[in-house]
């Protein structure tokens, strides 16, 4: 292998790819809002501390920055998953326009925040 730890990754196995798991997080109702993200948390038998993201074409009309911003969120949460002592939830986030501003240390310490602010055990960081 090339030194990398595969838990480390975010496989297929590790993303939310059917919109009724998304329909299900938003129907739910479970949502805070961060600088630069808006948290939304799907609890289910089958939840496995997968993760969905979304940049909208009204918030991002250039696809460049959906695909950036999307890309950021993803790596923030790749980064983040360790800390996160709680498997029974799915997450899907949700991009903001500050996101293009920001870079991937403060859109980590934004995510830990409101994930810690849902009342969601997070471990100590760093």
Not at 96 to 116: M, T
Request: glycine share 6%.
């Amino acid at each position: 292998m090339n030194g990398h730890n595969a838990d480390n990754k975010l496989g297929r196995d590790r993303r939310l790819q059917n919109s009724r798991c998304f329909k299900d997080a938003f129907d739910q109702g479970n949502s805070t809002a961060g600088r630069y993200q808006v948290l939304w948390t799907r609890n289910a038998d089958d939840a496995l501390l997968r993760l969905g993201v979304i940049a909208s074409k009204k918030t991002f009309p250039r696809a460049v920055d959906r695909n950036k911003a999307k890309r950021m969120l993803r790596e923030s949460f790749r980064l983040n998953r360790k800390y996160i002592n709680q498997g029974k939830v799915d997450f899907v986030l949700v991009a903001r326009r500050a996101i293009l501003k920001a870079d991937l240390v403060r859109i980590g310490e934004d995510f830990l925040y409101i994930v810690k602010s849902k009342g969601i055990d997070v471990a100590k960081s760093r």
